[in-house]
């Protein structure tokens, strides 16, 4: 997969439930969000809010989503897991790093998706869970 270069031209986002701060690192290794939930080898962005919402929202743990504006410390590729068939050319401007984020901020005044939205993702998940299809980690 090609590497990104066009880094700082972008502002990058990350959605959790974990309660960061700027200067704070966001790692590989820790354990997925989906499927089997196996350590992650990568860290995920994106450059649009709406798939930083999803992160917060889908992401597991306690507490409320959180959306952080987070800096790149190493190469960046597109997300294999949203720019396959589906989603040619990534339209969600999804990207994955073997290398830390660092975060820079926080955006407090993000809007969710509706809870009709919410289930009808969670239940695509589940379905995908169901039929063993995992996350793409190569």
């Known amino acids: ?23 704070d690192m966001i790692e590989p ?27 917060a929202e889908l992401s597991l743990g306690e507490g409320a989503g959180r959306i952080y504006v987070v800096e790149p410390t190493g190469p960046i590729e597109d997300d294999p897991n949203l720019t396959d068939k589906k989603f040619p050319g990534n339209p969600t401007k999804s990207y994955r790093s073997r290398d830390p984020l660092r975060v820079t901020g926080e955006i407090t005044d993000w809007q ?6 919410l289930k009808t993702m969670r ?3 589940d379905e995908l869970k169901q039929l063993g299809i995992e996350a793409i980690e190569d």
């Open 123 to 125: 239940d695509r998940l």
């Open 29 to 55: 290794g820790y354990h997925s969000n989906f499927g089997k939930r196996k350590k992650a080898s990568f860290v995920y962005l994106t450059a649009t809010l709406d798939a930083a919402t999803w992160g």
């Open 1 to 23: 997969m090609a590497a990104i270069n066009d880094q700082n031209q972008r502002r990058f986002y990350h959605g959790t439930k974990a309660s960061l701060k700027p200067g």
């Open 112 to 117: 969710g998706h509706s809870p009709e939205q």
